[in-house]
T-cell receptor
Framework: DAKTTQPPSMDCAEGRAANLPCNHS???????VYWYRQIHSQGPQYIIH???NNETNEMASLIITEDRKSSTLILPHATLRDTAVYYC??????????FGAGTQVVVTP | GAVVSQHPSWVICKSGTSVKIECRSL??????MFWYRQFPKQSLMLMAT?????????EQGVEKDKFLINHASLTLSTLTVTSAHPEDSSFYIC???????????????FGPGTRLLVL
């Protein structure tokens, strides 16, 4: 499964959009991009996933570049409750999730 | 989204005892569940893959005789930490694989985790 690179930390102002980047330059054609987040002392929470096309749901938007070597998770209006570690995972069907260090996002008032 | 529960949410035990952790998918059936471990300030580490009706497969370095996994039904997997020692103290998290037919791919839904403290 492809490895991912994420910045270790990001700060975001409450009410503003948070754009979380992820590099996955070795992604292969059948691998999906997943985003999860983990609020302190809880299990990871599914946010969104995609293969090639951009995706949007009630939580976030996922923008995948045309060459699929990077992606951006967008939280449109960050709230204090969005403070968490965000994980970008690239994996094929039936593959195993490998969690990296993720990005610690701190939303400030 | 789909819901996965874990029980207990936290447990304190004496060294040498065994501890069983349950993982349940509440509103979907899961032929495959996963067990992870997370030490403080570290990321999740996959321990094993639990398949309903068959033996679990363990990641390299994980002792299968120490971490017994049973996946007897499509909604329940259990992890038993046998003869627990203080170094087994950790946050144990399970997940259940949910197959998406509409958009492709699959999703893992995670339980809330079980914090184990071995004295």
């Amino acid at each position: 499964d492809a490895k991912t690179t994420q910045p270790p930390s990001m700060d975001c102002a409450e009410g503003r959009a948070a754009n979380l980047p992820c590099n996955h330059s070795t992604i292969s054609g059948n691998e999906y991009v997943y985003w999860y987040r983990q609020i302190h002392s809880q299990g990871p929470q599914y946010i969104i996933h995609g293969l090639k096309n951009n995706e949007t749901n009630e939580m976030a938007s996922l923008i995948i570049t045309e060459d699929r070597k990077s992606s951006t998770l967008i939280l449109p209006h960050a709230t204090l409750r969005d403070t968490a570690v965000y994980y970008c995972i690239v994996v094929g069907s039936w593959g195993k999730f490998q969690f990296g260090a993720g990005t610690q996002v701190v939303v400030t008032p | 989204g789909a819901v996965v529960s874990q029980h207990p949410s936290w447990v304190i035990c004496k060294s040498g005892t065994s501890v069983k952790i349950e993982c349940r998918s509440l509103d979907f059936q899961a032929t495959t569940m996963f067990w992870y471990r997370q030490f403080p300030k570290q990321s999740l580490m996959l321990m094993a893959t639990s398949n309903e009706g068959s033996k679990a497969t363990y990641e390299q370095g994980v002792e299968k005789d120490k971490f017994l996994i049973n996946h007897a039904s499509l909604t329940l997997s259990t992890l038993t930490v046998t003869s627990a020692h203080p170094e087994d103290s950790s946050f144990y998290i399970c997940s259940a694989r949910f197959l998406r037919t509409s958009r492709g791919g699959e999703t893992q839904y995670f339980g809330p985790g079980t914090r184990l403290l071995v004295l």
